[in-house]
């Protein structure tokens, strides 16, 4: 699965973000989306997962121009082939640490889930509530719940931030994993030792008006 990026440009309330911006992404690759703060990286990284819209030009997903694709086409992408990974996390306190893995009561218990829990880290965790999870422990749950999925398409927004160095390699390596595995991995990030381990570098500095 591929993204084809063609001249895309984005306004928002009458400001423009960034405009005539062109790329490829291929399978397997881990990509950065870099530059100064304020320059649009989670704008970019939304449109690419299509929960922002572009005011110019087309991005091409798997050779399907996702431009006009209605509210019923966008949620079968999400449910089928993506994943993304929220700065603040995007997880439910209340709920434990295997629900928030898999979304689903019915397959907490699984074996998969403990695999993948200790893959990352959080061995022993799945009925822990996520609400006692450290920053760093949500954030692997998060790439614990893309790995579950095994979605083609990942997008992280900021997936190092505020942590400490040891949570930020352990994310850093798990992410690389992923891309290793074929999937396509992007990242919204300004950690240049994550930006040194992506495939591609996409600097919207080039892009800005």
């Known amino acids: 699965m591929d993204i084809i990026v063609n001249d895309i440009t984005v306004t928002v309330s009458g400001k423009t973000i960034f405009s005539n911006v062109s790329f490829e992404i291929k399978s397997g690759q881990l990509v950065a989306i870099t530059g100064p703060s304020g320059c649009g990286k989670t704008t970019l990284l939304n449109c690419l997962g299509l929960t922002q819209s572009i005011d110019h030009g087309s991005i091409f997903i798997d050779n399907k121009n996702t431009k006009n694709w209605p509210d019923k086409e966008k949620t079968n992408f999400w449910r089928d082939y993506a994943s993304f990974i929220y700065q603040d996390y995007g997880i439910i306190e209340e709920e434990s640490v295997a629900y928030n893995v898999t979304l689903n009561k019915h397959k907490t218990k699984s074996d998969q889930v403990k695999s993948i829990l200790n893959m990352v880290g959080l061995s022993g965790r799945d009925y822990d509530l996520a609400v006692v999870l450290s920053g760093g422990e949500k954030q692997r749950v998060g790439i614990a719940r893309a790995i579950y999925k095994n979605a083609s398409i990942i997008y992280a927004d ?38 040194h381990e992506c495939d591609k570098i996409i600097n919207l500095t080039n892009f800005r008006v």
């Open 158 to 195: 900021e997936p190092t931030a505020s942590l400490d160095e040891e949570n930020r390699e352990l994310v850093i390596t798990l992410l690389r994993q992923c891309s290793k595995n074929g999937n396509i991995v992007i990242l919204a990030t300004h950690d240049e030792n994550l930006v």
